[in-house]
């Protein structure tokens, strides 16, 4: 860890509608009202599908700018926000689903070579990549866990996919779906505070919404409005960081990680 550099969590939850996330997810909810978070909503770009997202998030840039705009395309995205870190001398780990592997590797996903492969030309000094879409959040957020007990990163990206592959299964309007997001913001009750106390800032977004026919991918609100929590650590910065201007599109990760980064010690 960099004694210097700010330290940040950054969880993005896949498939979150921005709707459901206000009305299910109580733990959120009451850092809100409590006056210890933040939150807006963001609109993603489109095609409003996973893999061009991730890469939109990653990059900072729209699917037709960084032109990754399918689901099929096995390819690194360009420079992106580890790249920033790295940059930085911030390290950096990863908990994600294996499509994150291949953008940032460039290289296809083999589960048997790199469930636990670093990606040192990114400056992701540890990472575990799950491959199953049903993989449970609990375990995410615990792998996550795990990673910073072992190496206390900079900057901890953790990729949670239970809503969206609830979605996928029983849309984005069914008792399934709603409760995926009850059992992350479960799950996210346990580990947010176990981050604040070790000095890390958490955020919560996603990467796109989820339509009530089991899919996403156009342009309809409730397949591209996705949350956006913004939970500085409990501590004198905290006040002053709850007032900074959140993004507008999801998009405006990467430059949100570079304020945070530049912020240290205001």
Do not use: K
């Not at 009305?23 to 095609?47: D, F, H, K, N, V």
């Not at 998030?57 to 990754?68: C, F, K, M, S, W």
């Not at 992350?184 to 981050?195: C, E, G, I, Q, Y």
């Amino acid at each position: 860890m960099n004694p210097s550099s700010p330290r940040i969590v950054v969880v993005v939850a896949d498939g979150l509608r921005a709707d459901v996330a206000a009305q299910a997810m109580g733990y959120l909810g009451a850092l809100i009202e409590g006056g210890q978070a933040t939150s807006a909503r963001l609109r993603c770009s489109l095609p409003s599908l996973s893999r061009p997202l991730y890469a939109s998030l990653l990059t900072g840039q729209a699917p037709v700018a960084h032109g990754i705009v399918s689901n099929q395309q096995v390819q690194a995205c360009g420079d992106c926000l580890f790249d920033d870190a790295r940059a930085a001398g911030q390290r950096c780990a990863v908990v994600a689903y294996h499509w994150f592997f291949e953008l940032l590797s460039g290289e296809p996903f083999q589960p048997l070579l790199h469930r636990l492969a670093a990606v040192p030309g990114r400056g992701i000094e540890q990472a575990s990549w799950y491959f199953e879409d049903h993989y449970p959040d609990s375990h995410t957020l615990a792998d996550a866990e795990a990673l910073r007990l072992a190496c206390a990163p900079d900057l901890l990206f953790v990729h949670p996919m239970g809503p969206d592959d609830a979605g996928h299964r029983r849309g984005g309007e069914s008792d399934g779906y709603r409760l995926s997001a009850r059992l992350l913001d479960m799950a996210l009750a346990r580990t947010v505070p176990v981050w604040h106390a070790a000095g890390y800032d958490v955020l919560l977004t996603s990467d796109h919404g989820m339509g009530a026919d089991r899919m996403h991918g156009g342009t309809d609100d409730a397949e591209r409005l996705v949350p956006f929590v913004w939970m500085p650590a409990p501590g004198p910065l905290q006040a002053r960081r709850l007032q900074w201007a959140l993004p507008v599109q999801t998009a405006g990760l990467r430059a949100f990680l570079s304020l945070h980064r530049a912020s240290h010690g205001a």
